[in-house]
């Protein structure tokens, strides 16, 4: 039993010494973390303008169900999704493919430039489009002069085309950064396994829906996940490049929550329910998608 004491006594010290080295980040995470997510889900039962606050029980969750401007936006941001997560990460797959060749020159360059805009500023890059695609932009004189089209193209002040102006700005923007992922998963896999599906015939198509996307499934089902959290808080490039316009024709939930902090008159309760119902949504897809993929840890 005497032998035994000292070795206690050295993990009671080593597990002390672990948690003196995390502490400081627990403490940091929970308060400028979960404490402001505790506040948001009590203030979300709360109604009133500006400060002057008063409890409601879930009647702004209810106010949800009925709200036509919540609808608007929660369908946009949907469409948003819809359309441009699964374009963004075939694309993303596509790339690193190719740049995965080790046939392939000058990939270091390549692989920068894709990898560039996920390192511009949202702000910036919005507002680059924001003039790339006016009515008299570079890309409408660039499809007259290709005769591609006969009149310029309201990018920003057509309701459809409004949408499609933000979906190739969160593409060009996001793309590269999920190739990073899915390049460096494709340089982890044995070479030797596609040599043995060469020596039995198998095609380079066949490789890959037989090889390759078995074994990025797990990157699939990250770049999926994140991607559809980032498109349901999407906030930036609505903002700079179309104002949530022509009317609410392109409007996020998250520029609706803006709008309701800070644009309307104040209503911080309400606008920390449409909050939570990103939260819900987030949940609920992510745990779709888990299942979809066949996790059993999800």
Known sequence: MKSAQPGIKIR?????????????????????????????????????KGMNLHYVGFDNYIRLFS???????????????????????????FISVLLNDSKLK????????????????????SVIFKYLFAGDGLVNQLLLKLHLIGTPIQWITDPFWAKITVIIAITWRWTGYNMIFYLSALQNIDHSIYEAAKIDGASSTRQF???????????????????????????????????????????????????LSFKYSADFGYAATVSYSIVIMIIILAFVQFKAAGDKNG
């Open 12 to 48: 009671n010290r080593a597990n002390l010494t672990g948690w003196l080295f995390v502490i400081v980040a627990v403490v940091l995470i929970a308060a400028f973390y979960f404490y402001p997510m505790i506040q948001a889900l009590l203030l979300s039962f709360k109604s009133g």
């Open 209 to 259: 829906f037989g090889i390759t996307m078995p074994l990025l499934k797990p990157i699939i089902l990250f770049t999926s996940i994140t991607s559809t959290i980032g498109t349901l808080q999407l906030f930036d490039e609505v903002v700079n490049i179309t104002k949530g316009g022509p009317g609410n024709a392109s409007m996020s939930i998250s520029q609706y929550i803006y709008n």
């Open 67 to 93: 709200d036509q401007t919540f609808r608007v936006a929660l369908k946009n941001t949907f469409i948003y999704l819809i359309i441009q997560v699964p374009v963004m990460i075939v694309l993303a797959m």
């Open 106 to 125: 000058l990939k270091g360059f390549f692989r920068t430039a894709i990898f560039l805009p996920a390192v511009t500023s949202l702000v910036a890059y």
